[in-house]
């Protein structure tokens, strides 16, 4: 059965600095993984989906990496902001699909002013 | 155009009474997804659709809890008989034409069942 971990569980940072988000999985056989923010009451809003084939994806201030083999994603976020502030999580399809997420429990970001 | 709605926002029930959840995809996308979020166990997925079909109901709980989707498009869950531990938010999420894109987001259903 897949299990996704995140670490830290939450993560407290001042405005302006560079931060790194883990993600750890255990079947390395997946289609892909998807970072994802969540807003307090807010539903999921998609941040990156990295395919098996590649290695990171950028997006702005945000970049994923993706190790397969070795079960490992990072989501960087360089100069944070205020804005910043969510939970982020990631997921990765499981159970022999490409479409059935599991997702980590998410790690809590406060970005101060 | 408009990204995933679903309704109600929130829904406060009865125990054993039964309630209805609605999703409304995003235009065009043919993969549709519902998931549940409480606070013990995360976020877990429930049932999938393609077309007007689900190929994967693995996720649902219990008989309870069923889903269906018409015409390509709107999508119900429904659950029987409420009980407490169904107390979640329900978020539905659709996807384009193959099921390795972009799983898009509604903001979710909260249900509280008293």
């Known amino acids: 059965k897949q299990e996704v971990t995140q670490i830290p569980a939450a993560l407290s940072v001042p405005e302006g600095e560079n931060l790194v988000l883990n993600c750890s999985f255990t079947?390395?056989?997946?289609?892909?993984l998807q970072w994802f923010r969540q807003d307090p009451g807010k539903g999921l809003t998609s941040l990156l989906l990295i395919q098996s084939s590649q290695r990171e994806q950028t997006s702005g201030r945000l970049n994923a990496s993706l190790d397969k083999s070795s079960g490992r994603s990072t989501l960087y976020i360089a100069a944070s902001q205020p804005g910043d502030s969510a939970t982020y999580l990631c997921a990765v399809p499981s159970g022999g699909s490409n479409y059935k997420l599991t997702f980590g429990k998410g790690t809590l970001l406060t970005v101060n002013p | 155009g408009a990204g995933v709605s679903q309704s109600p926002s929130n829904k406060v029930t009865e125990k054993g009474k039964d309630v209805e959840l609605r999703c409304d995809p995003i235009s065009g996308h043919t993969a549709l997804y519902w998931y549940r979020q409480s606070l013990g166990q995360g976020l877990e997925f429930l049932i999938y659709f393609q077309g007007n079909s689900a190929p994967d109901k693995s996720g649902l709980p219990s008989d309870r809890f069923s889903a269906e989707r018409t015409g390509g498009s709107v999508s119900t869950l429904t659950i029987q008989r409420t009980q407490q531990e169904d107390s979640a938010v329900y978020l539905c999420a659709s996807s384009s034409l193959s099921t390795q894109e972009t799983q898009y987001f509604g903001p979710g259903t909260r249900l509280l069942v008293l």
């Open positions: 079947d390395s056989a997946i289609y892909n």
